[in-house]
Nanobody, 122 residues
């Protein structure tokens, strides 16, 4: 069992910043791909940003240049620094992790957090 807990969401004015954090607990050997997704009411869940074990990142076009994803493998955390926030960024943000649970594992398991609300006012 692996649990992901997000924190850092809240209400912020347009142009402001928030930093989301996701902390994992449970049986974990190594994270591979970790990322953030978001879902607004009535919309599909979409990728925001991901980061691989090698440190490569990718971002949705809508957040490029404004958001930065990072990870701390020692602490089993992934962060999302969100700057220059826009009302369009309002959504529930979900942490996702692809995890090797043991050294001998031949495949990864995937986990989701419960989500944290980000609301950007105009």
């Amino acid at each position: 069992q692996v649990q992901l807990v997000e924190s850092g969401g809240g209400l912020v004015q347009s142009g402001g910043s928030l930093r989301l954090s996701c902390t994992a607990s449970g049986s974990i050997f190594r994270f591979t791909v970790m990322g953030w997704y978001r879902q607004a009411p009535g919309k599909q869940r979409e990728l925001v940003a991901t980061i691989t074990s090698g440190g490569s990142t990718n971002y949705a076009d809508s957040v490029k240049g404004r958001f930065t994803i990072s990870r701390d493998n020692a602490k089993n955390t992934v962060n999302l620094q969100m700057n220059s926030l826009k009302p369009e960024d309002t959504a529930v943000y979900y942490c996702n992790a692809d995890v090797f649970r043991t050294l001998a594992a031949w495949r990864t398991d995937n986990y989701w957090g419960q989500g944290t609300q980000v609301t950007v006012s105009s």
